[in-house]
């Protein structure tokens, strides 16, 4: 499937690939239909954590030409990263050269910010744990004027911040951007709230998509840290009550809120926690009836996500039928509604 190669201009207006697992069929629609596809009473649960400039260019001690691209804040405020060689987000990331390999106790100085290595993680020497020497307001400011989007080579030029933020981001937790909400403009909320359809929002941490290494890339996603209001839970559980239909904008909420019921035995718990789920064949959701997300190809991690509410034959005739019909992948590309239409949520 060919990348989305810049954002556009109107995104509602972009392909709509609707899925619907118990009749096992699909059909071509458009992003502003989110309307019709979906019915008073339903709630929708968007990712607002704003994306911050993860990406950091910057030098070792010895002088020698790095990126630091953020992963994840720790509890300790440290941040896990991963470590890129020369070059820069035109050429791919597989493509690039490995980095030095720096000890703990090595130092750099990236976005004018001097950071030193705390630890070396598994599986690849490229994930470290970083302590900056600025913390609070002196450090998001530094981040803010000397790091820049992440971004990879499928693109056609430089992004600036805004192009990666939905519109309804609030604090800067991910360091790519929660892409499936991207598409949803304010008219378009408001369209579907005049209809019945409620709101509900959730702060998920998402993480790297890629790294280039196929070590760091099969241990993808990690452990990533999500914040879920008491509204939000009192509003899940209210759909669910009386027989609505939970949509997750993307899979970064659907992990956050299964992910959140995993650990709480089934129940929806608000607050503050970290979760490891990895959700794919086999895993039967407990809070979520379907998703909004973007187009993924056989073989991904989030292909792999989506057959946890689709059998992956119907998946697989789905993505070829987008491929056919010209669908554009990636963070800028279409969409695809997975949710059954009848009656029986």
């Known amino acids: 499937m060919k990348p989305a190669t810049w954002p556009a201009d109107h995104p509602e207006e972009g392909r709509l690939l609707h899925v619907e697992p118990r009749a096992r069929r699909y059909t071509d629609s458009r992003v502003a239909d989110l309307p019709a596809l979906l019915r008073a009473g ?43 060689g020369v070059g820069d987000w035109r050429k791919r990331t597989e493509d690039r050269p490995p980095p030095p390999a720096l000890p703990v106790g090595a130092g750099l100085m990236v976005a004018g910010l001097r950071a030193r290595v ?147 035995g089934g129940r929806l718990v608000a607050g503050e926690a970290v979760t490891d789920l990895l959700l794919g064949p086999g895993f039967v959701p407990r809070v979520v009836h379907g998703l909004l997300t973007g187009m993924h190809e056989p073989g991904s991690s989030h292909f792999a996500l989506l057959q946890a509410f689709a059998p992956a034959s119907l998946l697989k005739e789905a993505a070829a039928h987008a491929e056919a019909r010209g669908y554009l992948g990636h963070e800028f590309g279409d969409s695809c509604l997975v949710l059954d239409s009848d009656s029986d949520p």
Do not use: C, K
């Open 118 to 264: 705390v630890e070396v993680l598994a599986p690849s020497p490229r994930l470290v744990r970083v302590a900056f020497s600025e913390s609070g307001a002196a450090l998001w400011s530094s981040l803010y004027q000397g790091g820049r989007p992440v971004q990879y080579a499928h693109l056609g030029a430089p992004l600036s911040l805004w192009h990666v933020q939905t519109g309804y981001g609030a604090r800067p937790w991910a360091v790519e951007p929660p892409s499936a909400g991207l598409p949803l403009t304010w008219n378009l909320l408001l369209t579907l709230r005049r209809q019945g359809v409620r709101l509900a929002s959730l702060t998920h941490a998402a993480g790297l998509s890629s790294t280039g290494d196929a070590d760091l890339d099969a241990a993808l996603p990690r452990p990533e840290r999500s914040d879920i209001p008491a509204a939000t839970v009192e509003r899940v559980n209210a759909t669910r009550a009386v027989g609505g239909r939970v949509v997750a904008v993307g899979t970064t909420v659907v992990r956050a809120l299964e992910g959140r019921a995993e650990m709480s």
């Open 42 to 84: 339903d709630l929708l649960v968007l990712n607002d954590a704003a994306t911050l400039p993860a990406s950091l260019p910057g030098r070792t001690e010895t002088g020698e030409r790095v990126e630091l691209r953020l992963v994840s804040r720790e509890a300790d405020d440290t941040w896990t990263a991963v470590l890129f």
